[in-house]
């Protein structure tokens, strides 16, 4: 779930001419041009105006940082984050951004810190989402479920949360409510693949198997190349 929150950047700040190179950039950055976006950024970028409240560093930083993401440079990713951070203390974005590199990298530790240190600025339900995956990687599924259960109270609307909390619910072998969570993120995209096979899954863990073939056929019909899918379909078709 590596999404650039870009669209939501203020450039307010930003002069006529600085604003055309920033949306240069970002137009680079979205052509997968990383490493010619990195460069009008580096021309635009001075490092002595971090602390200015009225310079466009954070803006270019943020964009910095994805683009370090894109092109793995790992560290100067961190790094861009890091100061945005300190230069925009108000916000959870940078935090977001930065534990979601931090869990790609497997840095779990790091990334916990990173967003239990963002939900001191902002309780939002993607940082305590992002907790909820460090918890299904440490394998703490009940504080899992915890957290993705925050993160669906405060919106609703997350999809890929209730999916996650569903993978939670059954490692804890609580199937009916895990087809529970994966019916509801089923019901806001159901054009997912993986949700229609975790919700395929869970039918299949309670016994019935006409719903599960039923699931599992929708989602092999979406990704015919999908082992996973494939696999329990074949296995189920055996029985």
């Known amino acids: 779930m590596k999404k650039l929150l870009l669209a939501t950047i203020l450039v307010a700040f930003m002069n006529s001419a600085l604003l055309a190179s920033y949306a240069e950039a970002l137009k680079l950055f979205e052509k997968k041009d990383y490493k010619n976006?990195?460069?009008?950024?580096?021309?635009?970028?001075?490092?002595?105006?971090d602390a200015n409240p009225g310079s466009p560093n954070y803006n270019l930083r943020f964009l910095a940082a994805h683009n370090h993401w894109k092109l793995g440079n790992m560290k100067s990713a961190v790094?861009?984050?890091?100061?945005?951070?300190?230069?925009?203390?108000?916000t959870a974005a940078p935090y977001i951004d930065?534990?979601?590199?931090?869990?790609?990298i497997k840095k779990y530790g790091d990334a916990e810190i990173t967003a239990k240190r963002g939900l001191t600025v902002e309780k939002s339900?993607?940082?305590?989402?992002?907790?909820?995956?460090?918890?299904?990687?440490?394998?703490?599924?009940?504080?899992?479920?915890?957290?993705?259960?925050k993160a669906n109270s405060l919106d609703p609307e997350?999809?890929?949360?209730?999916?996650?909390?569903?993978?939670?619910?059954m490692r804890l072998k609580k199937y009916g409510e895990a087809n529970t969570a994966f019916s509801a993120a089923?019901?806001?995209?159901?054009?997912?693949?993986?949700?229609?096979?975790?919700?395929?899954?869970?039918?299949e863990k309670l016994g019935k198997t006409k719903e599960a073939l039923e699931y599992y056929e929708k989602a092999?019909?979406?990704d015919d190349k999908n082992r996973v899918v494939s696999d329990n379909l074949a296995?189920?078709?055996?029985k």
């Open 37 to 49: 976006s990195l460069k009008i950024i580096a021309g635009e970028l001075e490092i002595a105006n």
């Open 79 to 90: 790094d861009h984050f890091t100061r945005c951070i300190e230069i925009k203390k108000n």
């Open 98 to 104: 930065l534990a979601m590199l931090q869990i790609e």
């Open 125 to 149: 339900p993607l940082l305590y989402y992002l907790l909820g995956l460090i918890s299904l990687k440490k394998e703490n599924f009940w504080r899992a479920k915890e957290m993705f259960e």
């Open 158 to 169: 997350l999809h890929y949360s209730y999916n996650a909390l569903g993978i939670a619910l």
């Open 186 to 203: 089923y019901a806001m995209k159901p054009k997912s693949a993986e949700i229609l096979n975790n919700l395929g899954m869970s039918y």
């Open 220 to 222: 092999g019909a979406l």
């Open 235 to 238: 296995r189920l078709k055996k």
